[in-house]
C-alpha cells in the first residue's frame, strides 16, 4: 500500500488544520487494517495521535488530542482524515499517517510496531 499526506502547514495557536492521508492499495491488500496517523516533534520519539480500524470504524485517541482531534474515512476515496481543532504550539509536528494489515476491533490502539506501511509525512507547526 501506498500512503500520501497532505493538508500541513503553519497555524497560529487554536486554529485548525485538516490533514489528509490517501491510500493506494493493491489487490493483495487485506480487507481488514487500521489506519493510524502518528507525529514525531524535533527530539521526541513518534507517538501515535489517532487511529480508525476498518472492520467496525471504531476510532481512537491519545488522551493529549481527545476532544479537540477527529479521524474520519471516506472509502469511496480511500482517504482517512484527521481533522485538528484548537490546535497547541505543542502539537508541532511532522504527522504520519501509517497502516496496519490485520483484523482490529475493541478499544485500544494498537502498537506502533504494528504498522508497516507508512507515508512520508506532512509538517504542522503551530505558533504560539
Known amino acids: 500500500v501506498q500512503l500520501v499526506e497532505s493538508g500541513g502547514g503553519l497555524v497560529q495557536a487554536g486554529g485548525s488544520l485538516r490533514l489528509s492521508c490517501v491510500a493506494t492499495?493493491?489487490?493483495?491488500?487485506?480487507?481488514?487494517?487500521?489506519i493510524g496517523w502518528f507525529r514525531q516533534a524535533p527530539g521526541k520519539e513518534r507517538e501515535g495521535v489517532s487511529c480508525?480500524?476498518?472492520?467496525?470504524?471504531?476510532?481512537h485517541y491519545a488522551d493529549s488530542v481527545k476532544g479537540r482531534f477527529t479521524i474520519s474515512s471516506d472509502k469511496a476515496r480511500n482517504t482517512i482524515y484527521l481533522q485538528m481543532n484548537t490546535l497547541k504550539p505543542d502539537d508541532t509536528a511532522v504527522y504520519y499517517c501509517a497502516a496496519a494489515f490485520k483484523y482490529y476491533t475493541g478499544n485500544y490502539f494498537p502498537d506502533i510496531g504494528e504498522f508497516g506501511d507508512w507515508g512520508r509525512g506532512t509538517q504542522v507547526t503551530v505558533s504560539s
Open positions: 480508525i480500524f476498518s472492520f467496525d470504524g471504531s476510532t
Open positions: 492499495f493493491d489487490e493483495n491488500t487485506l480487507d481488514d487494517y487500521a
